[in-house]
Every structure is written in C-alpha cells, then in structure tokens.
C-alpha cells in the first residue's frame, strides 16, 4: 500500500493540470466550474445504488480494482484526443472526465471498508500519515518538474505527454491495489450478505447504529459548502487574473505539497499527544482562513509563501477527520452509511462550483473567496458546538499538542 501511493501520485500530479488544460484549450471558467460539479453530479446519484450493490456481495475487491482501471483508462482518451479533434477539445475533456467519475463512485465506496479491513485501528493514524507524506512529496517534486516541461512544450503535445505518463503510473498503482489482499473470515464464520432494503429504511438503520456519523455528516458538510463554491476559482484567479504560468502553476502545487508533506509529519506527533477530536478542532480555523489570506495578497510570489505555510494545517483536518469517519462507520450498514455520506458530500460539491462562478461573476472573484472563506468559518463553528465525539478542545490540551513541536523527548528534533 506503501508503494501502491507513489504511483498512484504520479497520475494525481498529471491531473492536476486539469483545470489548466480547459483554460489552455479555449475552456472558459464555467467549463472549468462544470469540471468541478459535473462529477458530483453523477456520484450523487450512484453512490447509494453503488453501496447497496456492494453490500450484496461476499467479496468486494474485485470490483474496487476493477473501477479503480475504469476511473483511470480515461486518461488515455484525453492523450489521443487532439489527434482526431481540432474544435471542441475543451468540451470534451470535461465530458471524458465526467464520465472517469462513473467507476470512481464505486471505487470510492470500497475504498474506505477495505482499508478499515486492512489496516488495524491502532495503526490507522501512522499509515494514512504515511501514505499521504509519501503521495505529497512524490507529486511536489513532480508538479515542478512537470510544470517546467509543460512551459517548455507545445500545446497540446505536452498535454498529451502529461497524460501518457500520468496515466502509467496510474496503471502500476491498480496492479499494486490488486496485490492487496482482504483478510479471509474465521473458518468458523461465513460471509455476510446483507439482503436488499429499500434505500430510505438502509440510510435510517446506518444512521441509528451510527449517530457520529450523522453528526459528521450535517458538520463537514456545512465546513465544506464554501470550499466547494470557490475550488475552481483559485486557477481563474490565478491564471486569468493574475497572469500565471504552467511554470508557476507547477511550482505553486509543488509548494503545496510540501506544506502538507510537512503538515502530516507535524500534525501526526500533534495527534499523538492531544487526540483526534481536539486536534481536528485545532485545525479547522486555520484551514478555514486560507482564502481569506489568497484574496488578501494577490500577488504571485506572496501566494506562493501563502500556497506553503497555508497547507500545513490541512493534514491536520485531513488525517484527524478520516480517523474519526473510520470510527464513525456503522458495522451492518457500512456500504449504505459510506454511500450516504458520500452522496451528500457530492450533492454539496456540485451545486457549490456553479453558484460560486454564477457568484463571482457578480461581485469578482476576490470578494468570492472572501465569502467562501466566511463560509467556511461557520463549519468551524458547527465542529465546536456539536462535536463529533466527546473530547473537546481545551488549552490544556493545546498546550500538551504544541509540546510536540518543541525540541526535545516526544517533540520535534
């Protein structure tokens, strides 16, 4: 699983140029908006179908692995595609993209039961740290190297060998996922096959058996609602307004990726000491002030130190929160309780995007990101005021969490 993160980042650093590579091919901003929601769109309605298909079956690997290669062959179509296509490329990559998010849905839906499978509880938090450090370096030192690549190229070609490597990467991480093995049941036990329910009656019996998972539901939605609205307006802004280069672009996403590699080193010893749920509370606020800080200093070289020390703070969302959502996960209905989730999160993803370009397109895209940033301050409120889970966050606490970054025995060194 180690290895399977590296090149599975390689094809993540390729992607990310998606939005980029709209805009370049004569894409306008709401196209790069329907990138962003479309794909919501379609998870919205498949992912219960996804979980209750799931659920029916004995064993659930095979189809994870398979919708893994069917959310990543696409790539290859957007490689050969300027070779039949002088018009409309744009276009089309978002409908190939869209269609990339059909498998996706299942894959997603399997995912996260198979890692609770595969991995014990007691090393979830230095395997999803892990993962992650070693998915945000491999793609920070390949956004800049790509970047560099794509400033030296000639479009579409060096599009087209974005993807041609993105997507072999991709390729080695499914033969890695299908290396993967589900524990077997007891000998004793046999499989357990859920029989079919109608969806509603599914949703309410996971939520009952689950109420942190109800609670978590209503409160990362909530947080989510203003990074949805403004995700597709950080690439407008800065390629449109602020004149940025696939050079800076790349450059940009590289210091990123740095911050979090950094960011999960940190936050993990932070966990370690102060717990998931204050840690996670400690987190939200300065993850929620990131684009209020973008749409204060609109400068390219500012936005760079701002891109850095900004993501050091979301691994501290990111690893605490999926610790808490795996505990939350309900143990009969955890396909339909994952589905569930998911839909929601996805139904928020794609309204947002939509409102926020239609948004910015009346008051400009800096005031956007302001009102995405206040928006997103509410969600930090929601967590305080109805936590998840019962630790709070206290100074106490606090102060034994940044005792970790202090130099000595348990801290940084």
């Known amino acids: 699983m180690y290895g399977e993160v590296v090149f599975a980042a390689i094809l993540a650093a390729a992607s990310s140029f998606n939005s980029t590579f709209v805009l370049r091919a004569g894409g306008s901003a709401t196209l790069v908006g329907l990138l962003s929601s479309l794909p919501a769109l379609v998870a919205v309605f498949l992912f219960l179908p996804a979980g209750q298909i799931l659920e029916r079956r004995a064993t659930y690997r095979s189809l994870v692995v398979w919708s893994l290669f069917g959310a990543r062959i ?3 179509a957007l490689a050969v595609m300027p070779f039949f296509a002088s018009q409309g490329v ?3 990559s978002v409908a190939v993209l869209v269609a990339m998010s059909i498998p996706s849905v299942f894959f997603s839906t399997g995912w996260n039961p198979l890692l609770a499978d595969v991995i014990p509880e007691r090393h979830r938090a230095r395997v999803f740290a ?8 491999t793609i920070a030192i390949l956004t800049y190297l790509l970047g560099l690549a794509l400033d030296a190229g000639t479009f579409p070609t060096n599009y087209q060998w974005l993807y041609v490597f993105g997507l072999a990467g991709g390729l080695v991480s499914v033969l890695l996922v299908a290396g993967v093995r589900v524990p077997d049941p007891a000998p004793t036990e046999t499989p357990v096959i859920h029989p079919r329910v109608p969806l509603t009656r599914g949703i309410r019996e996971a939520m009952a058996e689950s109420p942190q998972l109800a609670r978590l539901t209503v409160n990362t939605l909530v947080y989510n609602l203003g ?30 990726h740095v911050g979090v590699v950094l960011g999960y080193w940190l936050w993990r010893r932070v966990n370690q000491r102060m717990g998931d749920s204050p840690a996670l509370l400690l987190a939200l606020p300065f993850v929620a002030a990131y684009p209020l800080l973008v749409a204060a200093l609109p400068h390219l070289s500012i936005l ?8 050091l703070f979301i691994p501290g969302v990111d690893l605490n929160h999926s610790l808490i959502f795996m505990r939350s996960i309900p143990t009969v209905r955890r396909h339909t309780g994952i589905a569930f989730y998911s839909m929601v999160m996805n139904l928020g993803a794609f309204v947002c995007p939509i409102a926020g370009v239609a948004l910015a397109g009346l008051i400009g895209v800096r005031n956007a990101l302001v009102v995405g940033g206040a928006m997103r301050l509410i969600g930090v409120l929601m967590f305080w005021v109805f936590p998840v889970e019962k630790e709070r966050l206290t100074w106490q606490g606090v102060r034994k969490g940044l005792g970790a970054l202090r130099p000595g025995k348990g801290g940084v060194v």
């Open 90 to 92: 744009a276009e089309a």
């Open 130 to 137: 892990s993962r992650s450090i070693l998915s945000s370096a």
């Open 304 to 311: 760079l130190v701002i891109g850095l020390l900004g993501h």
């Open 74 to 76: 696409g790539y290859l």
């Open 227 to 256: 990074a949805w609205m403004i995700g597709p307006l950080y690439i407008v802004f800065y390629v449109k307004e602020l004149g940025a280069a696939d050079s800076w672009i790349g450059l940009h996403t590289a210091l990123v």
